[in-house]
């Protein structure tokens, strides 16, 4: 092998190893400190582990006062990367099918530094002329993987026009955020492409 590709791999590996750690934490303490951050945010809310058997799910409109406390969070997986808060479940008549294209408005906050007390500013695009396109049930388009699988899944039970809190561990999330390890907590409307 040549000088120049054992450098190049040296220079690789050192990358990788340092893309891996966060302020000297190993990858082990960024789990750790999700999971803590998960926990929590859910321990004052409503957690119901299973999705309903009949798919409705209690909404902002069940409860009165319009009282989002009142709302309760889905575990949308088995291992509890992806709870879901619904505020309005859309138009049940309407519902996503696989392949559609669908747009989606979302802002999102930093789940660690929102339970630390911080007051994070939101990320996102919520301009009514801003918004992602993403192809339902797609799992090869990079346009809509690099967004992560947790943000598909309300489109499994919900209709057009719904909206969403939903939060999201960094394995579900943004692809280019994997490795960051950081959970977020996202607000989220759908709308079918016209």
């Known amino acids: ?12 590996a050192g990358v990788t190893l340092l893309s891996s750690c ?31 058997a009949d798919s409705v799910f209690i909404s902002l409109q069940d409860v009165p006062n319009n009282d989002t406390l009142a709302v309760p969070y889905y575990k949308l997986d088995t291992d509890g990367n992806v709870y879901m808060q619904v505020l309005e479940p859309g138009d049940m008549n309407d519902r996503f099918e ?4 669908v747009n ?5 906050y930093d789940l660690k530094a929102l ?24 799992t090869t388009l990079s346009s809509t993987t690099q967004y992560g699988t947790g943000i598909q899944y309300p489109m499994y039970f919900l209709g057009n026009e719904c909206r969403v809190n939903l939060l999201i561990r960094a394995k579900a999330g943004f692809t280019a955020e994997t490795s960051t390890v950081m959970p977020y907590l ?9």
């Open 98 to 101: 696989k392949g559609n294209d």
């Open 1 to 12: 092998m040549n000088k120049l590709a054992q450098v190049l791999i040296v220079l690789f």
């Open 22 to 52: 966060n302020d000297g934490k190993s990858y082990a303490d960024l789990l750790k400190e999700e999971d803590k951050a998960v926990k929590t945010f859910l321990a004052d809310k409503i957690v119901i582990n299973e999705i309903p």
């Open 104 to 108: 989606l408005r979302f802002l999102r």
């Open 186 to 194: 996202y607000y989220v409307q759908y709308n079918k492409s016209k």
């Open 115 to 138: 339970v630390a007390g911080s007051n994070p500013s939101p990320v996102g695009n919520t301009n009514p002329s801003d918004y992602i396109t993403i192809r339902f049930g797609e």
